[in-house]
């Protein structure tokens, strides 16, 4: 039995500019980190005994004979994955996979990709293999953007498998960069301190989402553009000495302004009223998260003014978090007999 425990993000800047279509022509930008809200996969070779050869279980439960068959689009193109490219698996062994997430779904906070970084990670450490942070970033983001064909960027699946407080930087051929962000431990505290995370209660498919925002991309470079020098802005705040951060969260009101103008889906009403009383009960600025249209809403306010702010938001659901600086890792290790004899190797 093996069980991987990944960690969720948030997003402060940068969000569209790490789209395939936008940074192989222009670059792209992110400033974000991983929090200490986890999706754990629980991975077994199945026992031969039942009728089924696979079982999966997330939200819903499916037993099926072959792969083919399986409805999740993760499990099944991961497990594809591992067949053809990998050379692993075959029909006589079965599998049984266990999803369990300290976030709900469809809700901002990258699970999608969480969940498939932890099921590589899984895999590979049932084949008896080790595989580093940065071949399993990039996996992940092959098997998503080019296999499951889902709208999706490039960061969630770095943050969910590197963890930390870092910039992104994603380059025009391809490659990308982490550079973590390096503060005093003092100083990384107090900032940390200054965010309040809420769940709207709203959920939605982010990939419809993205594919808008997709299509708005080249019509938005204006708009893009200035995101991604925000990232450097606020990059310059937290490498700063100063132990004031309120200019991060002026940024922060500043880029939300800009990403609502990339899709008429991120928005509307209901998160508008949301983060006008916010901004009323004095946060300095916020964002919703990822793609937009519900899930989680971020502020960043001042420890004085945090009170007042929960006690006008008092409807959502308040998160409190931590960062996460581990990335995805096993926590547990346990190799049942199909793979005892395999010689552990690192990828």
């Given amino acids: 039995m093996i069980i991987s425990r990944t960690p969720h993000r948030i997003s402060f800047f940068g969000g569209g500019t790490d789209y395939p279509s936008w940074y192989r022509e222009h670059g792209g930008k992110v400033l974000g980190a991983a929090i200490d809200k986890y999706c754990y996969i629980l991975c077994r070779h199945l026992p031969p005994f039942f009728k089924h050869k696979h079982r999966v279980a997330y939200s819903r439960l499916e037993t099926v004979n072959n792969i083919d068959e399986i409805q999740h689009p993760s499990v099944r193109e991961t497990l594809r994955y591992f067949i053809k490219t990998l050379r692993y698996f075959d029909d006589d062994i079965g599998l049984e996979i266990h999803h369990d997430g300290d976030i709900p779904a469809r809700s901002g906070m990258g699970s999608s990709s969480s969940f498939t970084v932890g099921l590589v990670k899984t895999l590979y450490a049932l084949m008896g293999k080790v595989i580093s942070k940065q071949n399993l970033f990039k996996e992940v983001i092959h098997i998503e953007q080019n296999l499951i064909k889902e709208n999706v960027g490039s960061q969630d699946q770095v943050w969910a498998a590197v963890g930390g407080l870092n910039r992104i930087d994603f380059l025009q051929n391809g490659e990308i960069i982490v550079t973590p962000?390096?503060?005093?431990?003092?100083?990384?505290?107090?900032?940390?301190?200054?965010?309040?995370?809420?769940?709207?209660?709203?959920?939605?498919?982010?990939?419809?989402?993205?594919?808008?925002?997709?299509?708005?991309?080249?019509?938005?470079?204006?708009?893009?553009?200035?995101?991604?020098?925000?990232?450097?802005?606020?990059?310059?705040?937290?490498?700063?000495?100063?132990?004031?951060?309120?200019?991060?969260?002026?940024?922060?009101?500043?880029?939300?302004?800009?990403?609502?103008?990339?899709?008429?889906?991120?928005?509307?009403?209901?998160?508008?009223?949301?983060?006008?009383?916010?901004?009323?009960?004095?946060?300095?600025?916020?964002?919703l998260l990822g793609a937009g249209g519900g899930g989680f809403i971020l502020f960043y306010v001042e420890p004085e003014n945090q009170d007042r702010v929960r006690d006008a938001l008092k409807d959502l659901l308040y998160v409190p978090f931590n960062f996460d600086f581990s990335g995805s890792e096993i926590i547990v290790y346990k190799p049942d007999y199909y793979n005892k004899h395999r010689q552990f190797s690192t990828y």
């Fill in 181 to 287: 962000v390096i503060m005093k431990e003092n100083r990384l505290r107090l900032f940390e301190q200054r965010f309040l995370l809420f769940f709207t209660g709203i959920s939605r498919y982010a990939s419809e989402i993205a594919g808008d925002k997709i299509q708005n991309l080249q019509k938005r470079k204006e708009e893009l553009t200035k995101m991604m020098e925000l990232v450097d802005e606020a990059y310059g705040i937290l490498t700063s000495e100063k132990e004031d951060f309120t200019d991060f969260g002026k940024l922060l009101n500043e880029t939300w302004l800009l990403k609502r103008k990339l899709s008429n889906k991120i928005t509307n009403s209901e998160i508008d009223g949301i983060y006008e009383s916010a901004i009323k009960n004095g946060a300095v600025g916020g964002k």
